[in-house]
């Protein structure tokens, strides 16, 4: 298992949101999520299993590529709070573009 601790944070004060392309099952299946590590470092830890994704559980799909184009400009995210709230905003807007949306809570 990769050692996380060695790597940086992309910035302690500020979060992201981050998608990733959900292979296995339909086209156009999406998980988004938001957190303070580099988006990089946090699809690796559901490639590894840390901290998975419901949708990635116990079924026939895998971590795909991470998409930074379905990512809207947001402003600075620079609490829990607001991330949770740009992160509902974004798999709203991938839903109403079609995409099946897991994550986005």
């Not at 957190?35 to 419901?54: A, K, S």
């Amino acid at each position: 298992m990769t050692k996380y601790r060695t790597r940086a944070f992309a910035d302690p004060k500020v979060f992201s949101v981050y998608v990733i392309e959900v292979l296995g099952g339909v086209d156009g299946e999406l998980y988004v999520g938001q957190t303070w590590h580099t988006p990089e470092l946090r699809r690796q830890q559901h490639v590894d299993g840390v901290r998975r994704g419901r949708v990635f559980k116990g079924r026939d799909r895998e971590v795909g590529l991470l998409r930074p184009d379905l990512v809207p400009p947001l402003a600075s995210l620079t609490t829990r709070e607001l991330a949770e709230a740009a992160e509902k905003y974004v798999a709203a807007v991938l839903r109403s573009q079609g995409f099946k949306v897991y994550g986005g809570h």
